[in-house]
């Protein structure tokens, strides 16, 4: 058996942490933060906060200096989008951001 990246129930959610002083993510930026998990890591609780934020109409301002977090859900071909000020950001989503040098 393999593992397609998507886990039991089929989705995956990709993480980018971006902004904050250091400017992560953003054009010459020499750090990039991400992460992937498979939709089944996520608690009931953390699918429902995922749920709420990726069907809000816009990005939230965030706070100077404070990371955005853009999320993308993805399930069969169905791909959903959405930045976010890192304290709406379940815990679980912010843990799994790695930080790698460009």
Excluded: H, K
């Excluded at 990726?54 to 301002?61: D, E, F, I, S, T």
């Excluded at 976010?84 to 679980?92: D, F, G, I, L, T």
């Amino acid at each position: 058996m393999t593992d397609d990246g998507e886990g039991a129930s089929g989705g995956r959610i990709d993480v980018e942490r971006i902004g904050g002083l250091a400017g992560f993510g953003g054009p010459g930026a020499r750090i990039r933060s991400r992460g992937t998990l498979p939709l089944s890591a996520l608690s009931r609780a953390d699918r429902a906060t995922l749920d709420r934020l990726l069907g809000q109409a816009g990005p939230a301002p965030p706070m100077p200096d404070e990371f955005l977090y853009r999320i993308t859900r993805q399930v069969g071909a169905r791909v959903l989008s959405v930045e976010v000020a890192e304290s709406e950001v379940p815990a679980v989503l912010r843990a799994c951001v790695r930080d790698e040098l460009l």
